[in-house]
């Protein structure tokens, strides 16, 4: 008798750096986590997605109901997606302005980020942006974001060995494997919200 293997189905991940920076170490996570979806987690299609084109969010931008054709953009691919992987380095003890400007322009009604799936890693200075983490699970209670609570990834930037180069590309090979459980955590939670037929 043929032996049948179910295979997961296929997720979409959003993924997001509060980061703009041509170098960024945070960017340089989401980088990583792209090449492991692509080589070595199976059923996760993961896009980056870019906000360095959104606007300050000001609602007079909102004409007729019509959004900038940016934020338009933006809120399409988070609809389409299901689950978010966030990179969120630590500004002042909290998550990055140009971060909470895409929550922002994403929750206007409809509010697109609505009962998705979310994972948070970071890299920053001494606690690796942990206290963004909180900040960021903070504001997504209210955008109704369900984060995975375990594993936890915040990466001490500057404690040695060298974790990145200097283009942002993580070369440390612990955290590589930290993101990839990140991942396979943040794909089975997404699964289990998903409505069962
Ligand atoms: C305005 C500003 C505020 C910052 N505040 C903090 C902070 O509170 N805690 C921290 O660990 N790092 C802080 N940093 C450092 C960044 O989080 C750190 O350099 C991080 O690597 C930036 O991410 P990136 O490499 O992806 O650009 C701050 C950086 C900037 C520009």
């Known amino acids: 008798m043929e032996t049948v293997v179910a295979s997961k189905p296929m997720i979409k991940v959003a993924a997001i750096s509060g980061s703009l920076r041509k170098a960024s170490n945070n960017r340089g996570l989401i980088r990583t986590a792209l090449e492991l979806t692509k080589e070595s987690i199976n059923g996760i299609e993961m896009e980056y997605v870019d906000i360095s084109p959104l606007p300050m969010l000001n609602t007079d931008l909102v004409?007729?109901?019509?959004?900038?054709?940016?934020?338009?953009?933006?809120?399409?691919?988070?609809?389409?997606?299901?689950?978010?992987?966030?990179?969120?380095?630590?500004?002042?003890?909290s998550l990055t302005g140009p971060l909470k400007n895409a929550l922002d322009w994403g929750s206007l009604s409809p509010n697109v980020w609505a009962d998705k799936a979310a994972a948070i890693v970071s890299a920053g200075g001494g606690f690796g942006g942990a206290r963004s983490h909180y900040h960021l699970r903070?504001?997504?209670?209210?955008?109704?974001?369900?984060?995975?609570?375990?594993?936890?990834?915040?990466?001490?930037?500057?404690?040695?060995?060298?974790?990145?180069?200097?283009?942002?590309?993580?070369?440390?090979?612990?955290?590589?494997?930290?993101?990839?459980?990140?991942?396979?955590?943040?794909?089975?939670?997404?699964?289990?919200?998903?409505?069962?037929?």
């Open 138 to 197: 903070q504001v997504g209670v209210f955008l109704d974001l369900h984060f995975i609570n375990k594993p936890e990834f915040y990466l001490n930037e500057f404690e040695p060995p060298a974790k990145f180069d200097s283009d942002g590309n993580l070369i440390d090979e612990a955290s590589k494997e930290k993101m990839k459980q990140v991942l396979v955590a943040l794909q089975a939670f997404t699964l289990r919200l998903q409505p069962k037929n």
């Open 63 to 93: 004409v007729d109901g019509k959004l900038p054709p940016a934020v338009e953009a933006f809120r399409q691919k988070i609809l389409q997606s299901d689950s978010i992987l966030f990179a969120s380095p630590e500004y002042n003890y």
